[in-house]
Structure formats: C-alpha cells, structure tokens
C-alpha cells in the first residue's frame, strides 16, 4: 500500500512537471515561428542554393563594424509590399510562416551586416529564401533598402 502511494505520488509530480511544459512556450525575447495565415499563399521564386555572400567590400568601409551603404526607406517598403508581405506579414506585423519584424530583437541588436547577410543568403533550415539568388534576384541596392525599412520598423 505504501508503494503504491509513493508511485501515486511521483506519478503526480511528473504530470505536474509536464504541464508545466507543455505547450512549450517561446522563451522571452524570441518570436515564435507561426504557420501561415488563411488564406495567404507563397509565392515560389524557384530552387535556390544559399551561400555565403556579404556585402560588395567596395561599397563598405573599413572596419569589421563599418556601416553599410544608407537603403532609401521608402523604397525599401514597396520592396517589401511586393516580396516580404506574404511571409511577414502587412507592415512587418506577421501573420505569415517569418517571424514579425516589427519590435524584433535580432533587427535592434544589428549591425546592418547581419541583417543583409539573412536577406541575401536566406536562413537555412526555413523558409527565408536567398533573394540574391531569387529569380529574379534583388540587386544589393534593393537589399540596402529593405535594411533601411525594416530598420524604420523598430521605431
């Protein structure tokens, strides 16, 4: 009988345990990756290989934390309207398969290197597609654009 109510009783304590966990809930600071929204679908822009590719040393200065070339915000949105929309969402605000860009940690925490480098070469293991590679592909120009848009999302 007392076994039984020792077994009864971590039984209990483990259910409790999982409970607890379950769903597992994004740690703070993280947006989750959502599914996406009804009635939204992906545009395919074809098989595409990332590699690594960094912004044209000939337009950054020296420096390892140089700055890269100012985007013109307000073609940055169009550009984001037309590409970036179906996955995160009307203005950044997510709703579909990419995080929410709007009050994004990795967006504030920078440098503008890191962020051109996820908009070039995409994130493997998603669905953020390599638009240096897209077809058509997006010129570093457009990609120096985006950064100042999404940029201007964190304001």
């Not at 600071?29 to 590699?51: C, K, R």
Request: some cysteine; aromatic content about 6%; charged content about 10%.
């Amino acid at each position: 009988m007392r076994s039984m109510l020792k077994l009864i009783i971590v039984l209990a304590m483990v259910l409790f345990a999982l409970s607890a966990c379950y769903p597992n809930p994004a740690p703070p600071g993280l947006t989750p990756i959502p599914t996406l929204a009804p009635g939204v679908e992906l545009t395919p822009i074809g098989t595409v290989e990332a590699q690594v590719t960094v912004a044209p040393a000939a337009q950054v200065t020296a420096g390892a934390d140089a700055a890269l070339p100012a985007g013109n915000e307000g073609q940055g949105a169009a550009i984001f309207a037309k590409n970036c929309t179906p996955c995160h969402g009307q203005g950044g605000q997510g709703g579909g398969i990419g995080p929410k860009l709007v009050g994004d940690k990795f967006v504030q925490a920078g440098p503008d290197q890191n962020i051109y480098n996820v908009i070039a070469n995409g994130r493997p293991g998603t669905a953020m597609p390599a638009w240096s590679k897209a077809n058509p592909p997006l010129s570093d120009q457009q990609i120096y654009d985006l950064i100042a848009y999404v940029k201007s999302l964190q304001k």
